[in-house]
Each structure stands twice: as structure tokens, then as C-alpha cells.
T-cell receptor, first 114, second 117 residues
């Protein structure tokens, strides 16, 4: 069964304290892995798409990496404004006719303390 | 700023009311989605439209009725809802390249907060 697991569930960091969020997946044929940031009461904001193992993408203090079993979202020297819930989603080959079905993880709630 | 626009941002309705949520995108995407999200939970897929045809209905109760008037618009008609239907309703869109292609990034709107009283 296709599954996406994120850890930790919650993470508190001091400002400037770098860390990583994990997204483990078991899907039958990965078509894409997606990272989103979600602020309270708002829709998820797209961050990165990764397609194949070994791929890396960066944006400001965030860097996403992908292996055959998991993805990491590395946060370097975080600031309080990075506080949010980070969601991981995967798209698998076993999806619908259009291939548009996503599986979301339960998210990591990040709090960065000044 | 998201290019998927949802209205209204907040909606309070009684259990006997009929209301609609509206969504619009101008990115030329041919797949549009409705998701429901409860507090501290990930989004749950409700419906997918592909090329203006309903392609996925995740066993959603009939009190939720989607409509896709054209490739840019998506509506969710609400009737006789229950208090447990109170949630954030998210519209999203993506390109639709079919099963053989690489993944399609989904872009979300800001959501419509629905409270059923």
C-alpha cells in the first residue's frame, strides 16, 4: 500500500539552529515528490518538486533532497518567519487515469524561537 | 501570491442552507481539485476534474456537489451540511500530462473556511 510518513511531528528550533525534516515513502513507482509550506489558516504553498533519487533543490534557507526511500528538507540557520507546517506529498504511477492523485504526509510543525 | 483564487474566504451556513464555494485559476491548467482539510491534518482529496470532466470522486457524500463550468472555474455546491463538515476547503490546479509523464505539481488556493452551525 502506498504510504507517506513524516517525522518528527513537531520540531522546535532556536533561531540559527539548523536541522532536517524527514519524509519517508513507500509507493509503487514514484512520479514526483513535493514539499509544501502551510501557514495557519492558509492553503499549502508550493516549495519544491523532486523527480528522481539524487536530485536536490534549494530556495533561500531550504534545501530538499531525494533518495529512493525518503526525502529530507534541510533548514539552514532558520528564522522565526520559517515557522510553519511543512507537508510532503508523493505522486505514484498507480494513480488514476490522469495520474493526478497525491498522497500527503501528516506534516511537521516547525517553530523557530527568536 | 497564489494564482488560484477562492471565494469566499469565510462562510458560515446553517444545516438547511444552500451555498457555493468558487475557485478560479488562470495558469492554463487542465486539472482542478477540491480538498478538505481539518485542523492539524493533511488535505484530503474530494474531487478531481480533468479537462472539465469529473475523473475522481473520493466517495464524497452527495451533499457536496462539484461543478466545472469551464477550464478556469471550479465550484463546490453545498446543501444540507452537517457540523462535522466544518473545515478548510482547498481548491487546487495542475497541468494534466497523463499517467506516462513525470509528476504534476499541484498549486493550492488560500482556502475557504466553512463553519456549519
Amino acid at each position: 500500500e502506498d504510504q507517506v510518513t513524516q517525522s518528527p511531528e513537531a520540531l522546535r528550533l532556536q533561531e540559527g539552529e539548523s536541522s532536517s525534516l524527514n519524509c519517508s515513502y513507500t509507493v509503487s513507482g514514484l512520479r514526483g515528490l513535493f514539499w509544501y509550506r502551510q501557514d495557519p489558516g492558509k492553503g499549502p504553498e508550493f516549495l519544491f518538486t523532486l523527480y528522481s533519487a539524487g536530485e536536490e533543490k534549494e530556495k533561500e534557507r531550504l534545501k530538499a533532497t531525494l533518495t529512493k526511500k525518503e526525502s529530507f528538507l534541510h533548514i539552514t540557520a532558520p528564522k522565526p518567519e520559517d515557522s510553519a507546517t511543512y507537508l510532503c506529498a508523493v505522486q505514484a504511477r498507480g494513480g488514476s487515469r490522469t495520474g493526478n492523485q497525491f498522497y500527503f504526509g501528516t506534516g511537521t510543525s516547525l517553530t523557530v524561537i527568536p | 501570491d497564489t494564482e488560484v483564487t477562492q471565494t469566499p474566504k469565510h462562510l458560515v451556513m446553517g444545516m438547511t442552507n444552500k451555498k457555493s464555494l468558487k475557485c478560479e485559476q488562470h495558469m492554463g491548467h487542465r486539472a482542478m481539485y477540491w480538498y478538505k482539510q481539518k485542523a492539524k491534518k493533511p488535505p484530503e482529496l474530494m474531487f478531481v476534474y480533468s479537462y472539465e470532466k469529473l475523473s475522481i470522486n473520493e466517495s464524497v457524500p452527495s451533499r457536496f456537489s462539484p461543478e466545472c463550468p469551464n477550464s478556469s472555474l471550479l465550484n463546490l455546491h453545498l446543501h444540507a451540511l452537517q457540523p462535522e463538515d466544518s473545515a478548510l476547503y482547498l481548491c487546487a490546479s495542475s497541468q494534466d500530462r497523463g499517467r506516462g509523464s513525470s509528476g504534476n505539481t499541484i498549486y493550492f488556493g488560500e482556502g475557504s473556511w466553512l463553519t456549519v452551525v
